[in-house]
Structures are given as structure tokens and as C-alpha cells.
């Protein structure tokens, strides 16, 4: 799809300055700017670029001003980098906006969907599957018996959403995600071997949660493993059992939390960072990349290493950490030097 200079310009309520008949149909980096192309300049440091990029239309601060020649034409707006991101949504809007309901696919009799749904090509909607309007459903999804998903939702080619499983509204469910298998609960016999415990709770993710590639939500022994309002989760995450999250919290990469624990409001949580479980995180924690979490967590601390200290504590033991050898070396001298 091509789009003119004016015609972005009335969509970023910005001023073209050069052709504004110019199209463009993808969008580049400044410095690897071509031509049919839409970039923009926010960081002064880049500033050069714009001089050589190739770029068909770059989007400019309204306080810039050129000291060169330029090739190519320019949309002055309040704030760059935020105009840039609000083409990037509209961009992803006109991406996605698919309808209807392609051929092969499985619809149980008793399943229900919305208004202007997308529903892909071999994908799998249970009995009494309720899905709202404007819902997106990529090819190769599967969606168990009950489960809800709620207006202007994305599930994207390969998730996996188990029964009973309930999905917000503006949710968006990245390819891999399986949400609702079994909590990893066994109980041990007298002859050491181990039994599952059945799994009978579901999954609630509230509006407005992302769930990035590959993550893995498991659902209740009994009651509800929910994701509050706002979570954004990163790829290749492990949420256990009766976790719970609370709202706008968000967690990088490869995290992994043991069952039953809750993890308060505003949370920032780093890649590789292990919590066990049957804890409780206050709101506003903050903990850095591969720490290890073992006790619970007051609200606004700051955490890091494994087993976690307190982000200044850490930081000054460090210090100390990197220069072991050496310290170590200097007390064998000093014992050394005690007995001679």
C-alpha cells in the first residue's frame, strides 16, 4: 500500500516541505534509507544521515533546520519520534485489518464469534468458544472448548489457548504462546513414583496484556492463574500455576515463576530472573537481569544477583567479587608473614 507526503502529513497533523505528491510503500532506518521509503530523524547524532539517506520522505522535528542540500522531502511535525511511532501503529492497523472467515477451518456448532473477525485458514474453535468483534485469528491457532476472547484481540498463526482459558480485550497473543496447559503438579506415592494432581482451574489474562513468542501460561490447580490489566510479557516466559501478576507489570525474556506466587503492580523484571514460588513481589519492585528470587519482596526494592541483594548492597560487593583472587592472596601473605 503507497501513501503520499500529504497524505501522512494529514495523518501526523504535520507540514511537508519538498513534493508532497512523493509515495512511499515501506519504512527504513535513516542511514539505510531508499528510495520508495518513509524514515526519521529524532536523535541529533544522526543528524548526517539525512543528508545522504535515499529515503523518499523523512520525518523532521519542526525546529529543524537543514544547512545542506537535501533529496528528500520532509514532514515537520511537534515531535518526531513520537509521530514516528504513531505511523508505525497506523502502519500495523492497515497490516492486520483482515476479515472474514477462510476455508479450511473448524467452527464448532455451539461457537459464537463477533462482527469484522479475521479467522485463518486451519485454525480450531471449540464448543462454546466465544470470540468478540474485530478479533484476529491467524492461521493454525487452536481454541479449546469455553474460551473467550474479548473485542479487538490479535492471536497470531500457532498459538495454543487450552479450555476455559479467558482473553481480555486489545490482548495480543504472539505465535508459539500456549496458555492453559497443565499446572506442574505430582504428588509422590509411598513407592517414590509420582501421580498428576488433576488441573481444573483456567487461565485470565485482563485487557491491554501482550504475550510474546513462545511464553507458556499454565493454568490453575483450582481458582485462576491471572495475568492483570496491562502485563506485557517477553518472549519465552514460564508463568506456573496460580501465579498471579499485577497490572502494567512487565518481565523480560526467558524469566521463569514457580506456582502460586504473586507478583505486584508496576513490577519491572529482567531476562533469565528465577522466582520461586509461593511468594508474594510488591508493587513497584524492580529486578535486574539473572537474579535468583527466594523470599518474598517489599514493595519499590530494588534486587539483584542470585540469591538477590539489594541493588546497592550488590553492586558494592561486586567490587569485591572481581577482586577475590587478589584479596584472598593478600591474607595468605598476611598469615604467611604471622608465623615467620
Not at 5 to 28: F, H, K, T, Y
Not at 273 to 286: A, C, D, L, P, T
Request: glycine share 10%.
Amino acid at each position: 500500500m503507497k501513501f503520499t507526503a500529504q497524505q501522512i502529513a494529514g495523518i501526523l497533523e504535520g507540514d511537508v516541505v519538498g513534493n508532497p505528491e512523493v509515495e512511499v510503500s515501506r519504512l527504513s532506518k535513516i542511514e539505510e534509507g531508499f528510495e520508495g521509503s518513509l524514515t526519521f530523524l529524532a536523535n541529533p547524532k544522526y543528524t548526517p544521515h539525512i543528508y545522504t539517506t535515499k529515503a523518499t520522505i523523512t520525518i523532521v522535528n519542526k525546529t529543524f533546520e537543514p544547512e545542506n542540500a537535501l533529496e528528500t522531502t520532509l514532514i515537520k511535525v511537534d515531535d518526531a519520534y513520537k509521530s514516528f511511532s504513531k505511523l508505525l501503529e497506523y502502519y500495523n492497523q492497515v497490516k492486520n485489518n483482515k476479515e472474514g472467515v477462510e476455508s479450511p477451518v473448524f467452527v464448532a456448532d455451539s461457537a459464537n464469534y463477533g462482527e469484522q473477525v479475521y479467522i485463518g485458514a486451519f485454525s480450531y474453535l471449540g464448543d462454546n468458544a466465544v470470540i468478540g468483534n474485530n478479533v484476529k485469528i491467524y492461521p493454525n491457532v487452536y481454541i479449546g472448548d469455553n474460551v473467550e476472547i474479548g473485542d479487538n484481540s490479535i492471536v497470531f498463526s500457532g498459538a495454543k489457548i487450552y479450555s476455559e482459558s479467558v482473553i481480555g480485550q486489545n490482548c495480543v497473543i504472539n505465535s508459539g504462546v500456549i496458555i492453559g496447559a497443565d499446572g506442574f503438579g505430582f504428588a509422590p506415592n509411598e513407592n517414590g513414583e509420582y501421580k498428576k494432581v488433576p488441573q481444573i482451574g483456567n487461565v485470565i489474562l485482563e485487557d491491554c496484556v501482550d504475550v510474546g513468542a513462545g511464553t507458556t501460561i499454565d493454568r490453575a490447580t483450582l481458582g485462576s492463574t491471572v495475568i492483570r490489566q496491562g502485563v506485557k510479557l517477553d518472549n519465552q516466559i514460564q508463568i506456573a500455576h496460580n501465579v498471579e501478576i499485577g497490572k502494567n507489570t512487565v518481565i523480560a525474556a526467558q524469566t521463569g515463576i514457580a506456582g502460586s506466587t504473586k507478583i505486584g503492580e508496576n513490577c519491572q523484571i529482567g531476562g533469565q530472573v528465577g522466582i520461586v514460588g509461593h511468594i508474594s513481589i510488591g508493587n513497584n519492585v524492580k529486578i535486574q537481569a539473572q537474579s535468583g528470587i527466594g523470599r518474598n519482596v517489599k514493595d519499590n526494592e530494588v534486587l539483584q544477583g542470585s540469591p538477590a541483594l539489594p541493588y546497592s548492597d550488590y553492586n558494592k560487593s561486586y567490587v569485591h567479587f572481581k577482586n577475590l583472587p587478589s584479596i584472598v592472596k593478600n591474607i595468605n601473605d598476611l598469615e604467611k608473614n604471622k608465623w615467620e
